[in-house]
């Protein structure tokens, strides 16, 4: 009269296909925490005192980044006048450096834009060449509108995949 609607054979199954499930779960969630999980302690302590090479240092990255941003402000395609004045200063300031700098212009949206290329020679060319680029963006966004990009080129073809 009372018979059960699952058969011994399907509580099994179910019981197994739950097991798999949850062991499936802690795997993803263990392997979740272990990833995130940081690696090492934070630094504790008081800092050295900066040398007077990383102070000279200090103040004038301080000073560059505040011209940028306070003094030219936001570098966009709307304000093309500010990218056209950032572009100036730091390959002046490059130049002054006494680093040989390339404009490498081209057209966003009908807007004459340029990127800058500078090479730091290093020693071992068989290392080859670390490439940082900043890049703008080509309207106002929630990003802040610059960007830092870096790649690393082998010397072989350095200048093939690096522009027009």
């Known amino acids: 009269m009372f018979e059960t609607a699952v058969e011994p054979k399907s ?6 296909l739950l097991v798999l499930l949850a062991l499936t779960i ?18 504790a302590g008081a800092l050295p005192p900066l040398t007077t090479e990383e102070s000279e240092l200090s103040d004038r990255l301080s000073a560059e980044v505040s011209y940028l ?33 390339v404009d490498r212009p081209y057209s966003v949206d009908g807007e004459n834009v340029s990127n800058l290329e500078v090479i730091l020679p290093g020693t071992d060319r068989a290392l080859g060449q670390v490439i ?11 990003l802040p509108p610059t960007t830092m990009a870096l790649a690393w080129q082998p010397f072989s073809n350095s200048r093939g995949s690096c522009g027009k």
């Open 69 to 101: 941003s306070v003094t030219i402000g936001d570098r966009s395609l709307p304000r093309s006048q500010s990218l056209q004045a950032a572009s100036e200063y730091l390959s002046s300031s490059l130049r002054e450096q006494g680093y040989t700098v």
């Open 11 to 16: 509580k099994w199954r179910v019981r197994i």
């Open 132 to 142: 940082v680029g900043r890049t703008t963006t080509a309207s106002p966004a929630p």
């Open 26 to 43: 802690a795997v993803v969630l263990g392997r979740f925490l272990w990833i995130t999980q940081m690696p090492l302690s934070s630094y």
